[in-house]
């Protein structure tokens, strides 16, 4: 069964716009993380944020996690066509790696 | 260093059929997990593996197994194939065999027809 619920399910931007997406979970957590998905290929490692963090940044990404509230969004700024692709948050609550993902949002970015 | 690697890329199999799928992960990554995903369930764990030995098991049926060899490399079988087995076969691997940051396989497609 899938821990997470993304919202949305789909996002249509153009390119320069922000974007932003959410992720809930059901349980506690040690840590949650971000990963990219283009056209049904691997997965990507996005960034990472611990239960004891609050925001996180790299480049263009911005994550926050609101533990009380369980809940974390995704904010990728100036986004460009290459970003389009799904995101998926995946949280981890126990020893090795057993991540349980969310449903994923599918983000499209137009020229 | 190359990626993890997965082969086959696509796979047409038929009902009550085996299939057998292999996962070469990053050199020096000794921890090597699977991973289904399907239009309607999502992305689910199958099972993990770290020095040949299995660490944690997903909600699947038993004909679902895997292992690992001592070059890291896994392998994961499927057999008595069902139509509902169709779907993308994710493999991932870790450095420390921590999830705190997977490294996927480009993935397996299988169609069971």
């Known amino acids: 069964s899938q821990q997470g619920e993304e919202d949305p399910q789909a996002l249509s931007i153009q390119e320069g716009e922000n974007a932003t997406m959410n992720c809930s979970y059901k349980?506690?957590?040690?840590?949650l993380q971000w990963y990219r998905q283009n056209s049904g290929r691997g997965l990507v490692h996005l960034i990472l944020?611990?239960?004891?963090?609050r925001e996180k940044h790299s480049g263009r990404l911005r994550v926050t996690l609101d533990t009380s509230k369980k809940s974390s969004s995704l904010l990728i700024t100036a986004s460009r066509a290459a970003d389009t692709a799904s995101y998926f948050c995946?949280?981890?609550?126990?020893?090795?790696?057993?991540?349980?993902f969310g449903g994923g949002t599918r983000v499209l970015v137009k020229p | 260093k190359a990626g993890v690697t997965q082969t086959p890329r696509y796979l047409i199999k038929t009902r009550g059929q085996q299939v057998t799928l292999s996962c070469s992960p990053i050199?020096?990554?000794?921890?090597v997990s699977w991973y289904q995903q399907t239009p309607g369930q999502g992305l689910q764990f199958l099972f993990e593996?770290?020095?040949?030995?299995?660490?944690n098991k997903g909600n699947f049926p038993g004909r679902f197994s895997g292992r690992q060899f001592s070059n890291s490399r896994s392998e994961m079988n499927v057999s008595t194939l069902e139509l509902g087995d169709s779907a993308l076969y994710l493999c991932?691997?870790?450095?420390?065999?921590?999830?705190?940051?997977?490294?996927f396989g480009s993935g397996t497609q299988l169609s069971v027809l």
């Open positions: 991932a691997s870790s450095l420390d065999g921590t999830s705190e940051k997977l490294f």
């Open positions: 593996y770290f020095s040949e030995t299995q660490r």
């Open positions: 995946a949280t981890d609550r126990a020893a090795g790696n057993k991540l349980t």
């Open positions: 050199s020096g990554h000794r921890s």
């Open positions: 349980t506690s957590i040690n840590n």
């Open positions: 944020i611990r239960s004891n963090e």
